[in-house]
C-alpha cells in the first residue's frame, strides 16, 4: 500500500526529508481495528519524529491524527465493526496514518462525530485528548464543576492544543480563561475559541496579568516558550498553584517553583499507548466524550485550513506551516 514517511533522520530542506513508501497493508492484532484513512492532520510530533532516525534501519509512517472507516478487526476486538467510523491519535510506537490504511489498538480510538467532516473531526483527536489529560489528569480539575475562582493561563492559545483546551476549559469547569497570543488574527482565533481574555506573550506575562486586573492564576499551561517564559510564570501563579507543559525546554529548574508551593506537571499524550498502561482504554473513552460533545455543540472543531489530498507534496506543505511557528489551529489533509 502506498504511505509517506521517512527513512533517517532528516530536516525539512533536504530532498528525502519526507519519502512515498510501499509497505504491505496491515493485518490487524488481537485487539487492533485496521482503518483505511479518510483525512489526518499533522501535529508537532511529526516533524520531531522526522528528525530521529527510525529503528533498526527501517522506515517510519508519521501521522498520529486520523479519521477513517474500520474495514478489518481482530479477534479480541469487542467494540468495533467493520464499516464504523472512527478517529484517533493511536500510539508513537506504531506506524502512523500517513496510509491508505492503519491497524491501531481498539482501546485508543472512538466513533468520530457524527456532526463533522472527515477534515473537520481530524483535526481534533491528538490535541483534545492532550488538553484533557492536561487539565483533568495533571491539573486535577473536575469536568462539570462549574464553580470556581480561579484563572487558567494557557501560554499559546491559537495552537492545536490551545485551541481546543481554550473550549475544554471554558465549557467544562468554572476557570477564568486566558490565553495568549501576538497577532491580530491570533487574538481573534482565541476570542473564538472562548477565552474571556486574550495577552500578549511578547510581553512579560505576569505585567499583562496585572493589565488585564488578574494578578495571579491558579493554573498555566505551558503549549509553547515555556522555558522562556518561567520566570514570569512563577511570578504569576499564586501560592499552591500548578503549572502544567507539554513542550521541551530544555534545562529546566524547578527550584524557583519551591517557594509557593508550586507544583510541576508535564503532560504527554502518547504516555499511555507507549507504556501500554492498564488504564490505556481511558483515551478511547476521552475520545468518545469529545465527540458527544461536539455533536451536542459545546465543542467544535479546530480545523483552520485544509491543505489538500493526501501527497508527498501536500505532507512537506503541512510540516513546513507546523515547522514556521505561525500556524493557527489545525491543518488537514482530506483523501488519497
Not at 163 to 175: D, H, K
Not at 219 to 243: D, F
Request: aromatic residues 6%; glycine residues 10%; negative net charge.
Amino acid at each position: 500500500m502506498k504511505a509517506f514517511g521517512h527513512t533517517r533522520a532528516t530536516r525539512l530542506d533536504e530532498a528525502d526529508a519526507l519519502v512515498e513508501l510501499d509497505i504491505p497493508t496491515p493485518e490487524p492484532g488481537p485487539r487492533d481495528v485496521v482503518v483505511e484513512i479518510s483525512a489526518v492532520s499533522v501535529n508537532p510530533v511529526d516533524t520531531k519524529l522526522r528528525s530521529i532516525a527510525p529503528p533498526n534501519g527501517e522506515s517510519r509512517v508519521l501521522g498520529y491524527d486520523a479519521v477513517g472507516t474500520v474495514v478489518a478487526t481482530g479477534g479480541q476486538v469487542r467494540g468495533f465493526r467493520a464499516g464504523d467510523r472512527v478517529f484517533y491519535a493511536g500510539s508513537s510506537l506504531r506506524q502512523g496514518s500517513n496510509a491508505r490504511f492503519q491497524a491501531v489498538d481498539e482501546r485508543l480510538i472512538a466513533r468520530a462525530p457524527e456532526s463533522l467532516t472527515d477534515e473537520e473531526a481530524a483535526a481534533l483527536p491528538l490535541t483534545a485528548l492532550t488538553a484533557w489529560e492536561l487539565l483533568f489528569d495533571r491539573l486535577g480539575l473536575r469536568a462539570g464543576e462549574m464553580e470556581s475562582p480561579d484563572a487558567l493561563l494557557i501560554v499559546g492559545g491559537a495552537g492545536g492544543v490551545g485551541s481546543i483546551l481554550t473550549q475544554i476549559a471554558r465549557r467544562l469547569t468554572g476557570l477564568e480563561v486566558i490565553a495568549t497570543a501576538s497577532r491580530p488574527e491570533t487574538v481573534e482565533w482565541c476570542k473564538a475559541m472562548g477565552a474571556h481574555h486574550v495577552i500578549d506573550h511578547r510581553r512579560p506575562l505576569d505585567q499583562e496579568l496585572v493589565r488585564i486586573g488578574i494578578p495571579h492564576v491558579r493554573y498555566v499551561a505551558g503549549l509553547t516558550a515555556t522555558g522562556q517564559h518561567k520566570e514570569a510564570i512563577v511570578r504569576a501563579l499564586a501560592p499552591q498553584g500548578a503549572l502544567a507543559m507539554i513542550d521541551d525546554p530544555g534545562e529546566f529548574d524547578i527550584m524557583p517553583f519551591k517557594r509557593k508551593s508550586l507544583s510541576v506537571h508535564w503532560e504527554y499524550m502518547f504516555a499511555r499507548p507507549v507504556f501500554d498502561t492498564p488504564d490505556m482504554a481511558v483515551q478511547g473513552r476521552i475520545l468518545g466524550q469529545v465527540a458527544s460533545l461536539v455533536d451536542a455543540g459545546l465543542l467544535r472543531t479546530t480545523l483552520k485550513q485544509v491543505i489538500g489530498p493526501i501527497t508527498l507534496e501536500n505532507l512537506r506543505k503541512a510540516h513546513e506551516l507546523m515547522e514556521s511557528g505561525k500556524g493557527i489551529g489545525k491543518a488537514v489533509l482530506c483523501g488519497f
